[in-house]
């Protein structure tokens, strides 16, 4: 397939007409030239069609929902209308660094093995000031991969992917968390990673979606984390763990069901090496441990210690001092 352009920028839009021209303006500015941006507008009531409009660059090309169609279906559309080898995700009221586009493209280019790259960010509020955060992505595939079982990895609107991987696993098919679901898919198969630099500037604001359909997200957030479970095979009654892990709610989990949830998984990823040993095993260990001493439990820490995932060298100072209380204090039990 010839490809006219490297890159799509694709932007869903949706009554966005308070930031949608800073957001394009953003990528006129970009140091990479080879680009167009594809805007889908799905079906906006304000004046958002209007401000594109009054944007004069031939590299901008705006398609109209005939109706609202939703996000999911709006950038699963801007994926089929695409002309680039890449798509690079810009949500309608973020910013895009000027070198956004080219460092991202010439990593994918020179490391053929990852498909998709997403980067860090800086956070904004509505006046684009910025807010202090600490959040910070990690960058080794194969952390990312395990990493994905508690929580989205990318900020969508820092990523760019190959268009033939995101055809080939299917696309967006959920309308609500529809990008953690299709990295989910893509990881699966493909390496990914996070560049360690702030290539957009990611706005928070009351309007947000996640912050107003939080019923929907919670049923999808479970279906991505089955999804994803589903090949460790664990028991039934404890599927209800990974969520509350999902949302960091020790409070919640059953300390009789800490054992059988963690050495299940622990022993399927070694029959199975789905992910990496090593990672997967410290990084449940961490957990494990968490939840050990947070139950403040006697029996259930006995039955970690004499696991062959323990290792007293893998605890913190506070951790070795606190388990070893509890190993010695049989009235937890």
């Known amino acids: 397939m010839n490809h006219t352009v490297d890159i799509t920028v694709l932007i869903a839009l949706y009554n966005s007409e308070k930031y949608i021209k800073k957001t394009i303006e953003s990528l006129l500015n970009q140091t990479f030239e080879n680009f167009e941006i594809l805007i889908i507008n799905d079906a906006s009531t304000d004046k958002s069609v209007n401000v594109v409009n009054s944007i004069n660059d031939d590299r901008i090309r705006l398609i109209h929902n005939d109706t609202n169609k939703g996000i999911c ?4 559309r801007g994926i089929e209308e695409a002309k680039g080898k890449y798509i690079a995700i810009l949500d309608s009221d973020d910013l895009a660094m000027p070198m956004r586009l080219e460092k991202q493209f010439l990593f994918l280019e020179n490391n053929l093995e990852i498909v998709l790259c997403g980067s860090n960010a800086k956070f904004i509020d509505e006046n684009d000031n910025e807010i202090a955060h600490t959040h910070a992505l990690n960058g080794n595939p194969d952390l990312i991969k395990i ?11 820092s990523v760019l992917c190959r268009k033939d991987v995101m055809l080939e696993v299917g696309g967006y098919k959920k309308p609500i968390a529809e990008d953690y679901d299709l990295f989910v898919r893509i990881a699966e198969k493909y390496k990914t990673t996070n560049l360690d630099e702030k290539l957009v500037s990611y706005r928070m604001h009351s309007g947000s979606d996640s912050r107003t359909k939080k019923d929907l997200y919670a049923i999808a957030e479970k279906e991505i984390l089955a999804y994803q479970y589903k090949n460790l095979s664990i028991d039934k009654a404890l599927e209800y763990i990974p969520y509350l892990l999902f949302h960091k709610n020790n409070n919640d989990i059953n300390k009789k069901d800490i054992f059988p949830f963690f050495n299940d998984i622990i022993k399927q990823n070694n029959n199975l090496k789905i992910y990496d040993k090593t990672l997967f095993e410290n990084i449940f ?8 001493l947070h139950h403040k439990n006697f029996q259930e820490a006995w039955k970690l210690f004499l696991h062959p995932v323990f290792k007293f060298s893998n605890l913190n100072v506070t951790e070795k001092r606190r388990i070893i209380k509890l190993l010695l204090n049989p009235l937890k039990i």
């Open 73 to 76: 279906l709006t950038r699963q």
């Open 147 to 157: 990493l994905l079982l508690f929580a989205n990895q990318f900020i969508n609107s």
């Open 285 to 292: 260990f961490k957990i494990w441990i968490e939840l050990i």
